[in-house]
């Protein structure tokens, strides 16, 4: 595979912005290998976000030879009081559940699990004074305006009261970048301020420097875009929607793993779907990632009811649903229930694997955490 192939694959959706692509294309050219990280909080249930659109991403790293890794941050969800702030319980459950998720997805996507690296945060730090030197290096070379400027809206609107914890948290996600090594940062665009400023601070710190054939880098900022939350209303401001994404505290604006069909198709059929309207449609969104996000075989079908001017309507590719979707073509339930058809029979693998299969133990063991923690 040539580096442009390599490059399209890492660009294609969901990619949603990567600083920089010319800095990519020079990464790729320079024959080394290339080490990639994604972090996860361990905060409940995996829903499609997490397991299809990030790990997709990581799927396409990997087939384009790059060292793929997956963070569990401990630390960072004890941090923000996850899973009732008890570590052991965070810490079993990024073992157990997480692991064994995203191992049975990437395999789904096609991807080698098994090459997959699998680290612990809390392992990065422990017995090792360097990354504790590097955290306070960061905090030398910041200021309280770097930091803030990387919190959410909540946290920015919160002002002086906000918790100590949150302004600690970007630094530990710079630093991770680097303890790691890797050349290529990459997370949802909610997380692109934190890794901004890794690249801002990545030829100051005197700990972790990033190499690459001997040089000194930058690490790659690699944004996957978001599926909206289902529930949200359009009156949102730009920057409320940017972050308006699926919550797994909110169990009505996503839909996880192991949600059944049925559960599927009613959440779909209650999304948010404005006629015409495709930016900011997360109905549209599931059609992109399930439906186009692979070339495919057979045409996404439309079937309208004989009333309201019947007729089947194909699609190959994403940019004629949008068209004729934007145009007022295609009615938002016949779209809506063309995309629940998709997204069940993509899943499906998943969700049988959660309902008697071998994660029928797992979800069983993490529905009892739940409940626990709540």
């Known amino acids: 595979m040539d580096v442009e192939e390599r490059l399209s694959l890492i660009m294609r959706y969901p990619t949603e912005e990567v600083l920089t692509v010319d800095e990519l294309r020079q990464y790729l050219e320079s024959g080394a290998k290339l080490r990639h990280y994604i972090g996860f909080e361990i905060s409940?249930?995996?829903?499609?976000?997490?397991?299809?659109?990030?790990?997709?991403?990581?799927?396409?790293?990997?087939?384009?030879?790059?060292e793929v890794s997956i963070l569990l941050a401990d630390i960072h969800s004890w941090l923000n009081n996850k899973l009732g702030g008890d570590l052991d319980t965070i810490r079993k459950v990024a073992n157990t559940y997480y692991v064994e998720t995203f191992k049975r997805v990437i395999e789904l996507l096609g991807g080698d699990p098994g090459s997959v690296r699998f680290?612990?945060?809390?392992?990065?730090?422990?017995?090792?004074?360097?990354?504790?030197?590097?955290?306070l290096d960061l905090a030398r070379i910041t200021n309280l305006s770097d930091i803030r400027h990387s919190l959410t809206i909540l946290g920015r609107k919160m002002g002086e009261s906000v918790p100590m914890?949150?302004?600690?948290?970007?630094?530990?996600?710079?630093?991770?970048?680097?303890?790691?090594?890797?050349?290529?940062?990459?997370?949802?665009?909610?997380?692109?301020?934190?890794?901004?400023?890794?690249?801002?601070?990545?030829?100051?710190?005197?700990?972790?420097?990033?190499?690459?054939?001997?040089?000194?880098?930058?690490?790659?900022?690699?944004?996957?875009?978001?599926?909206?939350?289902?529930?949200?209303?359009?009156?949102?401001?730009?920057?409320e929607l940017s972050e308006m994404k699926m919550s797994k505290s909110l169990p009505d604006t996503a839909i996880f793993l192991h949600d059944a069909a049925e559960e599927i198709r009613q959440k779909i059929l209650k999304a948010y779907c404005p006629p015409r309207e495709?930016?900011?449609?997360?109905?549209?969104?599931?059609a992109h990632l399930f439906a186009f996000r692979e070339r495919r075989s057979k045409p996404f079908v439309i079937e309208r009811p004989q009333q309201y001017g019947g007729g089947r309507m194909e699609f190959w590719t994403f940019e004629e649903l949008t068209k004729a979707y934007s145009e007022g073509k295609v009615h938002p339930l016949d779209l809506k229930n063309a995309v629940?058809?998709?997204?069940?029979?993509?899943?499906?693998?998943?969700?049988?694997?959660?309902?008697?299969?071998?994660?029928?133990?797992?979800?069983?063991?993490?529905?009892?955490?739940?409940?626990?923690?709540?």
């Open 278 to 286: 495709v930016t900011m449609n997360p109905v549209m969104e599931l």
């Open 44 to 66: 409940g249930y995996i829903h499609i976000g997490t397991g299809i659109v990030s790990l997709s991403k990581v799927v396409d790293l990997q087939r384009a030879g790059v």
């Open 165 to 239: 914890s949150w302004l600690v948290y970007p630094l530990l996600q710079v630093a991770d970048v680097f303890v790691i090594g890797s050349h290529i940062a990459h997370g949802g665009i909610d997380q692109r301020k934190a890794y901004v400023l890794a690249r801002e601070v990545a030829l100051k710190t005197k700990f972790y420097p990033l190499m690459l054939n001997g040089e000194r880098v930058k690490p790659i900022a690699l944004f996957h875009s978001l599926i909206p939350a289902l529930n949200i209303t359009g009156r949102e401001s730009k920057e």
């Open 340 to 374: 629940a058809e998709e997204v069940i029979n993509y899943l499906d693998p998943i969700i049988k694997w959660f309902h008697g299969g071998p994660g029928t133990r797992l979800l069983e063991d993490m529905s009892n955490i739940m409940r626990i923690t709540r």
């Open 119 to 135: 680290l612990m945060a809390s392992d990065l730090y422990h017995n090792n004074d360097e990354y504790w030197y590097l955290i």
